[in-house]
């Protein structure tokens, strides 16, 4: 008794470990929330943000209460956004063992791109953009499937990495870069600055949409279920089958996630750089590498970044407003060089 009493110890500190950054990365989400809706061209007060709740909560509007509704709907796209890449990057460098991996490095966001683009230079419907940007990333996705497959098989029993993979991913991203500059050296000038714009990363088109939040929350409660198989892959790579791991159906699964959870980032939002991989960097020098709370904790802090981020982006030099990639890209340049530092220090 004794000894099972010895060995619950560690899973209980875990739980409560757990319980407490959870709780206070949630409390900084909601402080965010109220940063957002009070941020922008026009303060809103403390006596204006109640005011514009209780309009919300009534269906009335004012001024406030539509500039509270207007930030709010793009702070909840922020945030799922931002939490979609950050669990995608954390898939990402679990499926390929590589603390550099990030969503965009199998190509995916390049079909997105690309379907994006295409609607956009034919002038269609925002919402046919994005069924177009999904569906681009949806067929990369399986193209990799299909060409790696024999790659993701040879994993499951050790007579293969994932480096076919990782290049499949490469080559079909250059070609799918190709087809982005052929349509932007053949768009219109009307029509070249909104597809710039989508490149780089930009919330400024979105609104409330409930299918991201779907897939964010079905994803992640798929993986939490899977997290001590993906501590186990982790640490072991293919030797994990060793310890009662489907090292196969693992990372193929880590894969297909991976890979629709970019999909629905890049068609929400564009190509938001820098979240997937240094979220994930550093909550793992914050919490340690334990999947259990890894998950969880980068979800969160993702959606906090990006939606802080894009606070930045339409407040910094306000009416005019900066698309949220060039922030990212701002902040999490010198954050990567920083964590590589200490990195290279340990």
Not at 10 to 23: D, N
Not at 231 to 256: D, E, I, K, S
Request: hydrophobic share 60%.
């Amino acid at each position: 008794m004794h000894k099972s009493l010895l060995s619950a110890a560690p899973a209980m500190r875990l739980q409560q470990r757990s319980r407490t950054v959870i709780g206070g990365l949630l409390l900084a989400a909601l402080l965010g929330l109220l940063i957002a809706g009070a941020t922008g061209s026009v303060i809103l007060s403390t006596g204006d943000l109640w005011s514009g709740a209780l309009q919300l909560l009534h269906g009335q509007r004012d001024m406030a209460g539509t500039l509270l509704q207007l930030r709010l709907e793009r702070a909840c796209s922020a945030f799922v956004t931002g939490a979609t890449l950050a669990l995608a990057g954390v898939l990402m460098q679990a499926l390929l063992r590589n603390p550099l991996a990030d969503p965009y490095v199998l190509g995916v966001s390049g079909g997105a791109a690309v379907g994006a683009l295409l609607a956009m230079l034919l002038s269609a419907a925002a919402w046919i953009v994005d069924a177009a940007a999904f569906g681009g990333a949806l067929l990369v996705a399986l193209l990799l499937l299909a060409l790696a497959h024999r790659d993701l098989r040879g994993i499951q029993d050790g007579r293969a990495d994932s480096a076919l993979l990782l290049l499949t991913g490469v080559i079909v991203g250059s070609g799918c870069g190709a087809l982005v500059t052929l349509m932007l050296s053949l768009a219109p000038d009307g029509r070249l600055r909104g597809m710039v714009f989508w490149l780089i990363g930009d919330l400024s088109a979105t609104s409330w949409r409930w299918l991201p939040w779907l897939a964010l929350i079905v994803a992640l409660a798929l993986v939490l279920r899977m997290a001590r198989a993906i501590n186990l892959l982790a640490m072991h790579g293919a030797n994990a089958a060793t310890l009662g791991v489907r090292v196969g159906a693992l990372r193929r699964g880590l894969f297909a996630l991976a890979a629709l959870l970019t999909a629905s980032a890049v068609a929400a939002a564009g190509s938001i750089g820098f979240v997937g991989l240094i979220v994930p960097h550093a909550c793992r020098f914050a919490w340690g590498p334990d999947h259990r709370l890894l998950l969880p904790a980068a979800t969160l802090s993702g959606g906090i970044f990006l939606m802080l981020a894009d606070t930045v982006a339409r407040s910094l030099i306000a009416p005019q407003q900066l698309p949220v990639g060039v922030i990212t890209a701002l902040i999490g340049a010198p954050l990567f060089l920083l964590q590589l530092h200490y990195l290279r220090k340990r």
